[in-house]
């Protein structure tokens, strides 16, 4: 009788489908996933501080329209968090909100 040997070569390779696509920016959403409850805390902290800062920069120059526009750029991001959204929909949320309220903040202090 003859002795028949096999061999099996399996190479599994992975690759980070995101991270091909897209590179630093879908890696970034990616560990911002992992690290969400930590982030929302900072982004709570943040989006509120400035809007608060904003508001007060106004509130010489009354104007109810910057302040319902303040008020919708600061709860946005907040109710986004509150429902647990993907942070792919957060972090801009997020950085538009700051970017406002901080634009506001130098217009009123400006003028």
Not at 21 to 50: D, H, K, P, S
Not at 75 to 94: F, Y
Request: aromatic share 8%; net charge neutral; glycine share 4%.
């Amino acid at each position: 009788m003859g002795t028949t040997s096999v061999e099996k070569n399996i190479s599994i390779t992975s690759t980070n489908k995101a991270q091909a696509v897209n590179g630093w920016y879908a890696q970034m959403i990616e560990e911002a996933e992992f690290n969400r409850y930590g982030l929302m805390a900072m982004f709570i902290l943040v989006t509120c501080c400035v809007g608060g800062l904003a508001c007060w920069a106004m509130w010489e120059h009354f104007n109810i329209a910057t302040l319902a526009l303040l008020a919708a750029c600061t709860v946005i991001p907040l109710s986004l968090m509150l429902a647990v959204s993907p942070m792919r929909v957060v972090i801009p949320a997020v950085t538009a909100s700051t970017a406002i309220s901080i634009i506001v903040t130098i217009i009123y202090l400006l003028v």
